[in-house]
Each structure stands twice: as C-alpha cells, then as structure tokens.
C-alpha cells in the first residue's frame, strides 16, 4: 500500500467521522416525518379540547346512547362501526381529544368531526365535574323525560275518571 493511498483513506475516514457522507436522519428525510404531527398542527380544534379529562369518573355507558344518536344525524345513517371506534378511544387510559378528532375526521367530514369532537369533550367534562360520573345534560333529559311520563300518565288516568263517571260503574253479568 503506497502512502498516498493511506492518506487519502485517513482524509477519508475524518471526513467520514465528522459526519459527512453519511446520508440524511429520519427526522431530516420528510418520507419518515410525523404526518399525524403535521395534521395536527394544520386542523381547527375547539377550545373544550384543551381541557383535560379523568375517563375514570367518567360512566362511558351512560354516553353510548347520546353519541350513537349524534353519529346517526350527522351521517343520516346508524354507523355501529364508527360509535364501536369512539368508544375504543375513549376506553384508553389517556384520551387525546385533538387525535380522536383527527381519527374520525375520516369517517365524518372536518367540520363534523371538530362539532362533534367539541360536544362529545364537553359533555366528558360535565360528567367529570358531576359526581355520579354522568354528563348533566344527560340527567336533565332523563328527568324531563320522567315528569313527561308522569305527566301522561296523570293524563290518562284523568281520562279514564272522567269516563268511568260518565258511563257509570259498569254491570257485570254473573253465570250461574
């Protein structure tokens, strides 16, 4: 080996080790970037997503009938897949609601995905704050939906009064 050769092999070798000719990282190489991060930073989010969630006061069964009506009037079409897909999200030890609404947003357009994201957040945080682990909206409705039912049947009871004291006690026929 001349000692040309050497040299140039030597060069060679402190060019290697301080980083030249080595290629590109993957952080530099856009193939290999985060695309998730970047859809991230380029969609909308509503302001209820930054606020966070203990999903271990949460009773997500309580929820299941309030998101399936939502998925049914925004697609105009009962969808058990995407309802399934919800909960399994919110099933996992930490939720990330700006990643939930990007992992919907292919099942409802954008703008479904950040109204519902923001609707669904915010009834996770009423059920938070309550201490039956049930949004308040949802015990609202179930209440009014009680005193409806009392109110019905009070109605009808009345009704049956009224006929009864119209018509008179009716005759019964015994057989011997």
Known sequence: ISRGSVETFTTFRQIMDAGFFRGTTHEQDARFSNKEKKLLKSMRFEDVLDKKVNMKKVKLDTLREWVTKEVEDMLNEQDDVLVDFIFNQLEEEDVEPKKLQLNITGFLNAKNARLFTAKLWAMLVSAQENDAGIPQTIID?????????????????????KRKSRFGPTATTTTA
């Open 141 to 161: 409705a179930k209440a009014q939906q009680i005193k409806k039912e009392q109110e019905d049947r009070e109605r009808i009871g009345a009704v049956i009064r």
